[in-house]
Every structure is written in structure tokens, then in C-alpha cells.
């Protein structure tokens, strides 16, 4: 028996399987009891049989014993399990025991069967070990001796399994919302099958408050969050699988034709399972998420390609549609490299040292005297200077998006007090800023900051908002940092205006000071065309609501003329000047800044 007990005992060290290990268990005691069929079978959570090993017993046998409930008449094994004891059914013909199952066995010739429950040292019952007879028959004083050997082999091999799977369950399981986590995702994919298009898809979500409401109700609320969002992705998603990546990623393996048929409408049903409001220790947190997805699409060799083109459509969708769904296309992965490139390349710009501002006059059209100037974003490669549209898309990065907002008001700051050491007669300066900007709560100390140092008070200042940003981002917060900047005495200007939502009911409840009518109006002008019609109205409305009104784009005496005639009394446009350094800025100041007793700096018609 010595010898029984280490072959067993080298192999629970070795780290075989557990059903390897109870099938090696079953062979040695067969080779000790030839007559003997053994079976070594587990219980699960659910109380339901398993069988594990039973290397001379049917595999019939064994496919209809897995899942059966224990219970007091559930052969031996599961009757064993139930009452904690052992089962001895000396005659399977006659033992009521056996009631429903005498017909599976039987037939195979098994007769007798001897079963002791296997319990662990916290009194649980694990399994059973079993003998069967093809004679009617109990158990023997050796077969008993064995069995007392063989039962604390398994409790030790059944403790080494539960002690890995709990260490498999730490590894892939996420302790916080209980769901798989980023390395079992990582397995998950490297087991997909990629050789047909279509049959799965994924979906990766990152929500969009977790930091606010960490900022403002603290961790704990945080993390209710986060179980919530898993919580209710999984019910959503019941059939599929949901991962938690970390931080606020989660990831969704779509699997089931119903999901994979319509990605847009299996997004929009996560979207609304998040919806709802939740209670997060007595605060009231709506999840908010955006999503992007990805399906195996032709020539996706690799699991990897969807991961990252998933990952490609939630970058998008957090710039363009942020709170909601992207699917990826082709040609996303590009626009996307070129934005990360854009990024990279401001970003180097600004660390050293070669982002710039230039200078664009504000002019009044009947004398052309300049009475204000629009700061432009520049950067210098090179010898090149390159006009802030070929950066664009490096805005859509918050971070970024804010640090050229700073340098720039650094750099302004400076060159307007240059231009009043000079003696000037300097007026205003219009600088733009994003809605990274206002969302990032900062920009009034970053305007402070930047002028209280140079020392230039702030109505010389101008700040320049889009039209798309001010009215298009669905978020009250824009509007309400807008007013308190107002409130504080700077004037706001509502850029390219007509380009995005052009609703004059907006001037009702958006007040700003200064409208600048887009470009594209500007080049439409005609005498009696629409776009005068329109501009004329503005100019009167303008100016019964105590708005300025500046026309943008002007290239043509034609243009000018007409908004002359209109009543329109300043503009801005390549027939006066072109963007300029500061050096011939300040040149363009000496000779034609407007003379000192014109009030206010801003007009329009009608008023004084």
C-alpha cells in the first residue's frame, strides 16, 4: 500500500489534473482488486453528480450519470453523497436505491455497488469512490482496507484542484465587478476562430464620468459605478461574454447570431441598460458610456486586427460621437493614425518651443483703420509655417487642446503688452478656445494667470467660441462656463457663425457679445442674392440686441461694398491682411490702428 500511496501522492505533486489524477487512483486500485470496476466521481456547487475517472466503466454509463441530483435514492454514489455516508446496494436488482437507474446498469453486467463519500476537513462533501460488483456481493475486509488508503488520496487531490481553480478564478476574474478579466480576455481572443467573416464581433466600452464622479462623490461611489456597469452590460448581454479590461474599459465577445445580425441595435440596447440612473451609497449616478465595435471582417487574419479596430472606433466615437456608438470601417484606422500623428507632432511643437501666434486685423470697412486683432495658432517646422487647419484633429485631444490654449494666451499676453509699452492705441485681441477648454473647468485661471503676469487687463481679451462648440455639445456646462466668463467682464465672440446651428432663437438664450459671420456667406455675396438678405437681417437684429457684428473672409472691394452698404461696420479678411507675424503686426499697428476717441471699439449700425 505504500507503494499505492506514493505513485498517487507524486502525481498530485507533479500537478496533474484532478481528473487525471482520480483516473490514475482508479487504475492502481483495479490492479489491486482485478473483479472490481472503480468510479471516482465529484459533486458540484449544485449538488449534481460528475463523474471524473472510471476507466473500466462504460462511457454510456458515465454520459447518463453526469448532472444527476443527489438525494436518498440516487444509486449508491448519489445516495452516499446525500446522507454523508457510505452505500452499500448489495443486489442493484432489488435495492429501491436503485429505482431509477437499475436499467443503465444492468445491462452492462454491474450488479453490486459499494460508494463512500469523499469529505474534506471542513465537513463538505467533494465526491464519491466506488466500487461495483458484476455479482451481488458488499464489499470485502481488503476492499475496505484499500478504500481507507485511497479516500484521503482524493481529499488531498480534490483540495490541490479547488486550491488552482480559485487561483484561475483570482487570476481571470476582476475583484471589483466579479467579471472575466483583461488577461482572460486576452485568452478568450487567442481562441477565437478568424477563418470566417461575420461570426463574431467585438465590443469596447469606456465610460465617460467615472472620474467626475470620483472627483465629486469620492472612490467608493466610483467603484459602485463600475458594478453597476458590469452588473447590468451582463444582463444586457446575457449570452455573450463581458470582460472588464481595467480602469474603465469593458469588452463584449459577441458570439450569437442575434447579436452579430444588427451591431448598431446590440450597442443601442447596452447604451439604454446604462441609462438608468443608479444609487451609489445615496447619490444618484447615471452611467455614461461610449462604445465602439469591430466584427471579423475579411482579411482579419488575427483576433488582434478587431481588438485594434474596435479600439480605432471608440477612439472616434469618444471625438465625434461621444455617448454613443462607432462602428469601425475601413479607412477609420487611417484618419485616426493621422490624428495620433497630428498629436504627436503639436505636442513636440509645444515642448520646444515652436508654436507661435499670428496676427490677423480687425478693420473698420469705411476707413480701414484696424481696431482689434485675431490671434491664429501657428507652428513652425522648419522654415515652414503651418496654419492651425493642418493640425486640426490634434484639438480632439484634450490634453493637447488645453496646452496650446495656455501657450497661446502666454504668448498674446506678451505681445499685447509690448504693443502698449509702445504707445499703441491697441484695443482687443480675440484668442480661440475649445470646448476641451471650458470643460476643463481651468480656462479662467489660465486667462488670469496669463495676463495678470504681463500685466494687460482683461478688456483687451476677446474670447472666440465656435458656433458648433457653443450650441452643438449637449452639455449645459458649455453655456454655463460661457456666462460666468461673461460675468466677469470679458467678451465672448460666437465664431464662424452660419456654419453650424444658425438659429437666431440660440441668441435669445446663448448671449454673447460679438457675432462673426462666417466666410462662406461672405463669398456668396451678391447685390439682392440670399446671403445678403440674411446678412442685412443680422446686422438689424445685431443691432437691437446690442450684438457687434464682424464679417469674416473679405477678399474682394465687391465683398466690402456690399456689407458696406448693408450697414456692416467691420471685417477681417485677406483684402485688408493677411495672418502676420508680430513683427508686421506691429508695423500694420503703427501705421493704421484706430485713432483714440472712437467709442465704443466695436459698432454696428444704428448704434453710437
Given at each position: 500500500?505504500?507503494?499505492?500511496q506514493n505513485?498517487?501522492l507524486?502525481?498530485?505533486?507533479?500537478?496533474?489534473?484532478?481528473?487525471?489524477?482520480?483516473?490514475?487512483?482508479?487504475?492502481?486500485?483495479?490492479?489491486l482488486?482485478?473483479?472490481?470496476?472503480?468510479?471516482?466521481?465529484?459533486?458540484?456547487?449544485?449538488?449534481k453528480?460528475?463523474?471524473?475517472a472510471?476507466?473500466?466503466m462504460?462511457?454510456?454509463?458515465?454520459?447518463?450519470?453526469?448532472?444527476?441530483?443527489?438525494?436518498?435514492?440516487?444509486?449508491?454514489c448519489?445516495?452516499?453523497?446525500?446522507?454523508?455516508?457510505?452505500?452499500?446496494?448489495v443486489?442493484i436488482?432489488?435495492?429501491?436505491?436503485?429505482?431509477?437507474?437499475?436499467?443503465?446498469?444492468?445491462p452492462?453486467?454491474?450488479?453490486?455497488c459499494?460508494s463512500?463519500?469523499?469529505?474534506?476537513?471542513?465537513?463538505?462533501?467533494?465526491?464519491?469512490f466506488?466500487?461495483?460488483?458484476r455479482?451481488?456481493?458488499?464489499?470485502?475486509?481488503?476492499?475496505r482496507?484499500?478504500?481507507?488508503?485511497?479516500?484521503?488520496?482524493?481529499?488531498i487531490?480534490?483540495?490541490r484542484?479547488?486550491?488552482?481553480?480559485?487561483?484561475?478564478?483570482?487570476?481571470?476574474?476582476?475583484?471589483?465587478?466579479?467579471?472575466?478579466?483583461?488577461?482572460?480576455?486576452?485568452?478568450a481572443?487567442?481562441?477565437?476562430?478568424?477563418?470566417?467573416?461575420?461570426?463574431?464581433?467585438?465590443?469596447?466600452?469606456?465610460?465617460?464620468?467615472?472620474?467626475?464622479?470620483?472627483?465629486?462623490?469620492g472612490?467608493?461611489?466610483?467603484?459602485?459605478l463600475?458594478?453597476?456597469?458590469?452588473?447590468?452590460?451582463?444582463?444586457?448581454m446575457?449570452?455573450?461574454?463581458?470582460?472588464?479590461?481595467?480602469?474603465?474599459?469593458?469588452?463584449?465577445?459577441?458570439?450569437?447570431?442575434?447579436?452579430?445580425?444588427d451591431?448598431?441595435?446590440t450597442?443601442?440596447?447596452?447604451l439604454?441598460?446604462?441609462?438608468e440612473p443608479?444609487?451609489?451609497g445615496?447619490?444618484?449616478v447615471?452611467?455614461?458610456?461610449?462604445?465602439g465595435?469591430?466584427?471579423?471582417?475579411?482579411g482579419?487574419?488575427?483576433?488582434?486586427?478587431?481588438?485594434?479596430?474596435?479600439?480605432?472606433?471608440?477612439y472616434?466615437?469618444k471625438?465625434?460621437n461621444?455617448g454613443?456608438?462607432?462602428?469601425y470601417?475601413p479607412?477609420?484606422?487611417?484618419?485616426?493614425t493621422?490624428?495620433l500623428?497630428?498629436?504627436?507632432?503639436?505636442?513636440?511643437?509645444?515642448?520646444?518651443?515652436?508654436?507661435d501666434?499670428?496676427?490677423?486685423?480687425?478693420?473698420?470697412?469705411?476707413?480701414r483703420?484696424?481696431?482689434?486683432?485675431?490671434?491664429?495658432?501657428?507652428?513652425?517646422i522648419?522654415?515652414?509655417?503651418?496654419?492651425a487647419?493642418?493640425?486640426?484633429?490634434?484639438?480632439?485631444?484634450?490634453h493637447?487642446?488645453t496646452?496650446?490654449?495656455?501657450?497661446?494666451?502666454?504668448?498674446?499676453?506678451?505681445?499685447?503688452?509690448?504693443?502698449?509699452?509702445?504707445?499703441i492705441?491697441?484695443?482687443?485681441?480675440?484668442i480661440?478656445?475649445?470646448?476641451?477648454?471650458?470643460?476643463?473647468?481651468?480656462?479662467?485661471?489660465?486667462?488670469?494667470?496669463?495676463?495678470?503676469?504681463?500685466?494687460?487687463?482683461?478688456?483687451?481679451?476677446?474670447?472666440?467660441?465656435t458656433?458648433?462648440?457653443?450650441?452643438?455639445?449637449?452639455?449645459r456646462?458649455?453655456?454655463?462656463?460661457?456666462?460666468?466668463?461673461r460675468?466677469?467682464?470679458?467678451r465672448?465672440?460666437?465664431?464662424?457663425?452660419?456654419?453650424?446651428?444658425?438659429?437666431?432663437?440660440?441668441?435669445l438664450?446663448?448671449?454673447?457679445?460679438?457675432?462673426?459671420?462666417?466666410k462662406?456667406?461672405?463669398?456668396?455675396?451678391?447685390?439682392?442674392?440670399?446671403?445678403?438678405?440674411?446678412?442685412?437681417?443680422l446686422?438689424?437684429?445685431a443691432?437691437k440686441?446690442?450684438?457687434?457684428?464682424?464679417?469674416?473672409?473679405?477678399e474682394?472691394?465687391?465683398?466690402?461694398?456690399?456689407?458696406a452698404?448693408?450697414?456692416?461696420?467691420?471685417?477681417?479678411?485677406?483684402?485688408?491682411?493677411?495672418?502676420?507675424?508680430?513683427?508686421?503686426?506691429?508695423?500694420l499697428?503703427?501705421?493704421?490702428?484706430?485713432?483714440?476717441g472712437y467709442?465704443?471699439?466695436?459698432?454696428v449700425?444704428?448704434?453710437?
Amino acid at each position: 500500500m505504500l507503494q499505492f500511496q506514493n505513485i498517487i501522492l507524486e502525481t498530485i505533486a507533479r500537478g496533474d489534473t484532478l481528473a487525471s489524477t482520480a483516473t490514475r487512483l482508479c487504475v492502481e486500485a483495479e490492479k489491486l482488486l482485478p473483479d472490481v470496476i472503480c468510479t471516482l466521481i465529484a459533486v458540484d456547487p449544485a449538488g449534481k453528480l460528475r463523474p471524473l475517472a472510471g476507466p473500466g466503466m462504460s462511457q454510456e454509463y458515465f454520459l447518463a450519470a453526469d448532472g444527476v441530483p443527489i438525494g436518498p435514492n440516487a444509486g449508491s454514489c448519489g445516495t452516499a453523497a446525500f446522507l454523508r455516508r457510505e452505500v452499500a446496494a448489495v443486489d442493484i436488482a432489488t435495492d429501491p436505491r436503485w429505482e431509477g437507474y437499475r436499467d443503465l446498469a444492468l445491462p452492462l453486467g454491474l450488479r453490486a455497488c459499494w460508494s463512500s463519500p469523499i469529505i474534506d476537513s471542513r465537513g463538505q462533501v467533494m465526491g464519491t469512490f466506488a466500487f461495483y460488483y458484476r455479482e451481488p456481493r458488499g464489499p470485502t475486509d481488503l476492499e475496505r482496507m484499500i478504500v481507507r488508503h485511497c479516500l484521503p488520496l482524493a481529499v488531498i487531490a480534490f483540495d490541490r484542484h479547488q486550491r488552482v481553480v480559485e487561483h484561475e478564478r483570482r487570476a481571470f476574474t476582476d475583484a471589483l465587478t466579479g467579471l472575466a478579466n483583461r488577461a482572460a480576455f486576452n485568452i478568450a481572443l487567442g481562441a477565437l476562430d478568424c477563418t470566417t467573416p461575420g461570426n463574431w464581433a467585438l465590443l469596447v466600452l469606456d465610460l465617460d464620468n467615472l472620474k467626475v464622479v470620483n472627483d465629486t462623490f469620492g472612490h467608493a461611489a466610483g467603484d459602485c459605478l463600475l458594478r453597476i456597469v458590469g452588473e447590468r452590460i451582463s444582463a444586457a448581454m446575457e449570452r455573450e461574454r463581458t470582460f472588464r479590461l481595467g480602469g474603465d474599459e469593458f469588452a463584449i465577445l459577441l458570439r450569437t447570431p442575434e447579436s452579430l445580425r444588427d451591431l448598431e441595435r446590440t450597442a443601442e440596447r447596452v447604451l439604454l441598460a446604462l441609462a438608468e440612473p443608479g444609487d451609489c451609497g445615496g447619490h444618484v449616478v447615471i452611467p455614461r458610456t461610449t462604445i465602439g465595435g469591430a466584427i471579423l471582417a475579411d482579411g482579419d487574419c488575427v483576433a488582434e486586427r478587431v481588438r485594434q479596430n474596435a479600439d480605432f472606433a471608440l477612439y472616434h466615437a469618444k471625438t465625434v460621437n461621444r455617448g454613443g456608438f462607432v462602428r469601425y470601417w475601413p479607412g477609420l484606422g487611417t484618419s485616426i493614425t493621422r490624428r495620433l500623428s497630428d498629436i504627436r507632432d503639436v505636442d513636440a511643437a509645444l515642448r520646444e518651443g515652436r508654436i507661435d501666434a499670428f496676427y490677423q486685423p480687425v478693420v473698420r470697412l469705411d476707413t480701414r483703420e484696424i481696431v482689434g486683432l485675431e490671434a491664429l495658432c501657428r507652428m513652425r517646422i522648419g522654415d515652414r509655417i503651418v496654419p492651425a487647419a493642418h493640425f486640426h484633429e490634434a484639438t480632439s485631444d484634450v490634453h493637447v487642446a488645453t496646452a496650446l490654449t495656455r501657450r497661446m494666451m502666454a504668448i498674446v499676453a506678451k505681445d499685447v503688452r509690448r504693443w502698449l509699452d509702445m504707445g499703441i492705441p491697441f484695443q482687443h485681441v480675440g484668442i480661440n478656445v475649445s470646448s476641451a477648454d471650458i470643460h476643463g473647468g481651468t480656462l479662467d485661471r489660465t486667462l488670469t494667470a496669463a495676463f495678470e503676469q504681463e500685466r494687460v487687463p482683461l478688456r483687451h481679451v476677446i474670447l472666440e467660441i465656435t458656433e458648433t462648440v457653443y450650441m452643438g455639445e449637449g452639455d449645459r456646462s458649455v453655456r454655463k462656463a460661457v456666462e460666468a466668463l461673461r460675468a466677469q467682464g470679458l467678451r465672448v465672440a460666437l465664431d464662424d457663425f452660419g456654419t453650424g446651428y444658425a438659429s437666431l432663437t440660440h441668441l435669445l438664450t446663448v448671449p454673447v457679445d460679438i457675432l462673426k459671420i462666417d466666410k462662406s456667406f461672405v463669398d456668396r455675396l451678391a447685390a439682392d442674392n440670399a446671403s445678403m438678405a440674411i446678412i442685412e437681417g443680422l446686422i438689424q437684429i445685431a443691432g437691437k440686441l446690442d450684438i457687434r457684428l464682424i464679417a469674416e473672409g473679405i477678399e474682394t472691394e465687391e465683398q466690402a461694398d456690399h456689407l458696406a452698404r448693408a450697414g456692416c461696420v467691420l471685417g477681417q479678411g485677406y483684402l485688408y491682411a493677411r495672418p502676420a507675424d508680430r513683427d508686421a503686426t506691429t508695423a500694420l499697428l503703427i501705421e493704421r490702428a484706430q485713432r483714440p476717441g472712437y467709442k465704443p471699439e466695436l459698432r454696428v449700425a444704428g448704434k453710437s
